[in-house]
């Protein structure tokens, strides 16, 4: 991108790709929403948005992934972007360009992550502090996922993704991220799990029991837990059954589990090697799938 007219070159910032370790849905809250509890990480992988300050707000979008999303009001980057302009009045935007690499409706929060990257660099142009309440509560309006990907450290979150524990300090794992083509919304699954809205299952466990130290220990920590969301998931994207059966027969996968509403899932593996041969191997079993090996931390 060339330098804004001012001269300015653009601020630019990486939209991660966020991960549900595990995912348990504790119940139904009155007003439709579900309580949730997770483990959230970010992977290595995601969009790009870059932000050429300016007189007036727009977006453009490149990438092998923009095919079919629209630079519309519906894009969360413009929505970001105009609740953060009525919570902040006077202050300055621009125009976006965001390299789209991410699925999208894949269960890694693409849309929430460059929501999210859009509210930092509006930020970061008018000196506002990503700890600022009143741009936690314009994440928070803009989608349940939004608030996590603001600073984008993997960290415990609660309530409809409002409550977020401090951020953690997780050994790094070596993934393998694959999403099969099939986009599935979040708010099918959901519904699809059948509860009635006031419905309460579960009391809140409360999290980590201790911050694991190593890799294979945090992987046994989430292999005590799981995923709610997969069985109704499945049930929408049955594809979803083949991506976690291959990648749990693929050399060295230690654990498998979907993300989020679905469909992405990911395997983990001890070292790059693994994860690299693995994602190698996948590819070409499934030429048309998404398939990408990359940290989480
Ligand atoms: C399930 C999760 C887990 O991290 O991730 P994704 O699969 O979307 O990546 C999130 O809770 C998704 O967050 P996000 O995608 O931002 O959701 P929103 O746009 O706010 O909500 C979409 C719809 O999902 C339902 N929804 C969302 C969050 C929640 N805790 N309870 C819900 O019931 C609501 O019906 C809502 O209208
Ligand atoms: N910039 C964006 N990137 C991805 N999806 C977007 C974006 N803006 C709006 N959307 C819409 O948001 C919804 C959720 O997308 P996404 O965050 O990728 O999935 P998920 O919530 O499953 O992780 C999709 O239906 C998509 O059309």
Not at 101 to 124: F, N, Y
Not at 250 to 261: A, F, I, K
Request: charged share 20%; net charge positive.
């Amino acid at each position: 991108m060339a330098a804004s007219a001012g001269g300015a070159l653009p601020l630019r910032t990486r939209a991660r790709a966020k991960v549900n370790l595990d995912l348990r849905v504790l119940g139904r809250r009155p007003d439709g929403y579900h309580e949730l509890e997770s483990l959230v990480a970010f992977a290595g992988i995601g969009d790009e948005l870059a932000l050429d300050p300016g007189p007036s707000l727009s977006l453009t979008i490149a990438g092998p992934r923009a095919a079919g999303l629209e630079a519309d009001d519906r894009n969360l980057v413009l929505r970001a972007a105009r609740a953060f302009g009525q919570a902040f009045p006077g202050t300055h935007a621009g125009a976006f360009h965001l390299t789209k690499r991410l699925p999208v409706a894949s269960g890694i929060g693409g849309g929430s992550a460059d929501a999210a990257a859009a509210l930092r660099l509006l930020a970061r142009l008018n000196g506002i502090a990503l700890s600022d309440p009143t741009l936690r509560e314009v994440a928070a309006g803009v989608g349940a996922d939004v608030p996590v990907c603001l600073e984008s450290r993997a960290r415990l979150m609660a309530g409809i993704g409002d409550r977020l524990g401090p951020a953690l300090r997780l050994p790094s794992l070596f993934a393998v991220l694959v999403n099969p083509g099939v986009p599935v919304e979040t708010v099918g699954v959901f519904r699809a799990l059948g509860l009635a809205a006031g419905d309460r299952l579960l009391a809140a466990g409360g999290g980590l029991p201790a911050l694991p130290t190593s890799a294979a220990e945090l992987r046994a920590v989430l292999a005590r837990s799981g995923n709610d969301l997969a069985v109704p998931a499945q049930r929408i994207a049955p594809e979803i059954g083949e991506v976690l059966e291959r990648l749990a027969a693929l050399p060295g996968s230690r654990l498998v589990r979907m993300s989020g509403s679905g469909a992405t899932c990911f395997a983990l593996f001890d070292d790059c090697v693994a994860s690299a041969a693995a994602a190698k191997a996948l590819a070409r079993q499934r030429p048309e799938w998404w398939v990408r090996a990359t940290l989480l931390r």
